[in-house]
């Protein structure tokens, strides 16, 4: 088994120049219309809707993404966005590498 150190492609999407596989779009044709993939890049975040891909926010290497609260946040080195209007909700010392939502009694906070 072998581990690529760079991707040029994520499902079928050729991320050098935005396009699709046939294939991948003929697939993708009739699935729910309401539902998007969201992605980091290390130029930003992006949002694909099944025929395009979209950058939704620039971004200097996104490196997590979650939803909390029915909002979308990215994170990168040190800091977590509101992605959509770019706003910084938390300055962190040190990078962020994943994030989730989910409800306190799973963390057992009191």
Same mark, same amino acid.
């Given at each position: 088994?072998?581990?690529?150190?760079?991707q040029? /492609?994520? *499902?079928?999407?050729?991320? =050098?120049? !935005? /396009?699709? @596989?046939?294939?991948? =779009?003929? =697939?993708? =044709?009739?699935?729910?219309?309401?539902?998007? $993939? #969201? *992605?980091?890049?290390? @130029?930003?975040?992006?949002? !694909?809707?099944? +025929?395009?891909?979209?950058?939704?926010?620039?971004?200097? /290497?996104?490196?997590? $993404?979650?939803?909390?609260?029915?909002? $979308?946040?990215?994170?990168?080195?040190?800091?977590?966005y509101?992605? +959509?209007?770019?706003? #910084?909700?938390?300055? !962190?010392?040190?990078?962020?590498?994943?994030?989730?939502?989910?409800? /306190? @009694?799973?963390?057992?906070?009191?």
């Open positions: 088994m072998s581990i690529k150190l760079e040029g /492609k994520i *499902f079928g999407i050729d991320l =050098e120049s !935005f /396009k699709m @596989d046939k294939k991948i =779009e003929r =697939e993708i =044709e009739g699935e729910n219309k309401d539902e998007v $993939l #969201v *992605f980091g890049s290390d @130029d930003g975040v992006y949002v !694909f809707d099944g +025929r395009k891909v979209e950058r939704i926010a620039e971004r200097n /290497k996104v490196l997590a $993404l979650a939803v909390w609260n029915g909002e $979308l946040y990215d994170a990168g080195y040190r800091k977590i509101r992605t +959509r209007d770019s706003k #910084v909700v938390v300055n !962190f010392g040190k990078p962020i590498y994943s994030m989730i939502a989910c409800n /306190k @009694d799973v963390l057992m906070l009191t």
